[in-house]
């Protein structure tokens, strides 16, 4: 399943609609994964780690409590259906 397609001529990245169904999703369930500021915290704990203040193991655990609490948000049911409808596109 293709989420993007990109344009061989310019580069440009292009969601395709499996991908703009995924983003309605996550909008619509976990808003806050889609701010940059979440991008910016990533980035700064990822510069903790190269920088020695914080272990990748601490980092990580933290990451992954962060994503299994707001993935928990998503209806299953409605990524069924998303993949059931967009199919192998």
């Known amino acids: 399943m293709k989420y993007i397609s990109i344009n061989n001529e310019d580069?440009?990245?292009?969601?395709?609609?499996?991908?703009?169904?995924?983003?309605?999703?996550?909008?619509?369930s976990i808003p806050s994964l889609l701010r940059p500021e979440l991008t910016s915290s990533w980035e700064k704990g990822l510069g903790m780690i190269a920088n020695?203040?914080?272990?990748?193991?601490?980092?990580?655990?933290?990451?992954?409590?962060?994503?299994?609490?707001?993935?928990?948000?998503?209806n299953p049911f409605i990524i069924y259906n998303i993949i059931k409808y967009h199919g192998n596109e």
């Open 52 to 74: 020695g203040e914080i272990q990748s193991d601490e980092y990580t655990k933290k990451l992954e409590g962060y994503i299994m609490r707001n993935t928990q948000l998503v």
């Open 11 to 28: 580069q440009i990245l292009t969601p395709t609609k499996l991908g703009k169904s995924i983003y309605d999703v996550v909008n619509q």
